[in-house]
């Protein structure tokens, strides 16, 4: 499997905000988004068996599978079956684009996180999620979040704020709840606290 790398770290957004969790980054993404700042070219390999056994190093008995995005890494279904096996919780950060929603491999995870991406809106393919993330980066968010929530069924519904320049923009993303109903403020904790 292509990597960029393997850590541990307590989760920083949404519902699972402070849960201890290895993060497992693939390289590679189905999207090419221009304003991408996610490091997903690979560094580094392994085998299923061995990113288990690398994980096994760790505390945490929870694991993130995210990228770039997850769901196209090769092999992905017989790792989450493997850490299934072990006992593991398992999460995916996906953008929602790869149309996973009858991959049988899915039954092995406990968490599905959609961070669909604004600029574009006609790329969801995914029908269920637990949490849906928005980031509010323009002022048109708050109606892309209501096509989001027409197109994807989940259990919350969140706003991030877009971070520039290394500032979040919490001023936009107050505007875009204000506007909405039934969606929650989430804030990349681990930026503020300044963890990993
Ligand atoms: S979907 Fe995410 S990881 Fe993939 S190119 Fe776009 S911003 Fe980067």
Redesign the pocket.
């Known amino acids: 499997m292509k990597l960029v790398e393997v850590f541990e770290s307590l989760q920083g957004e949404g519902r699972n905000s402070g849960r201890r969790c290895v993060f497992v980054r693939f390289a590679g ?5 221009p ?4 490091a ?1 070219d690979a560094r580094f390999e392994m085998t299923v068996g061995e990113l288990v056994a690398e994980i096994a190093q760790y505390r945490a008995r929870s694991v993130v599978l995210t ?3 997850p769901t196209v890494a090769k092999g992905v279904d017989e790792l989450v079956a493997a850490l299934k096996e072990r006992g593991y919780w398992i999460a995916v950060e996906t ?1 929602g ?1 790869n149309g996973i929603d009858e991959a049988p491999w899915l039954a092995f995870v406990d968490y599905i996180a959609c ?1 669909p ?1 604004i600029e ?1 809106p006609g790329s969801l393919r995914l029908a269920h999620a637990d949490e849906v993330r928005v980031v509010a980066s323009c002022v048109g968010a708050a109606d892309f979040c209501r096509a989001v929530r027409e197109r994807i069924e989940a259990t919350d519904y969140y706003v991030s704020p877009c971070e520039r320049d290394g500032k979040m923009d919490f001023a936009l993303a107050k505007e875009t709840l204000e506007s909405l109903d039934g969606w929650s403020l989430s804030v990349q904790l681990h930026k503020l606290l300044g963890f990993r």
């Open positions: 993404c189905n999207l090419d988004c304003w991408c700042d996610t997903h990228g770039g995005e953008n684009t961070s991406k574009r």
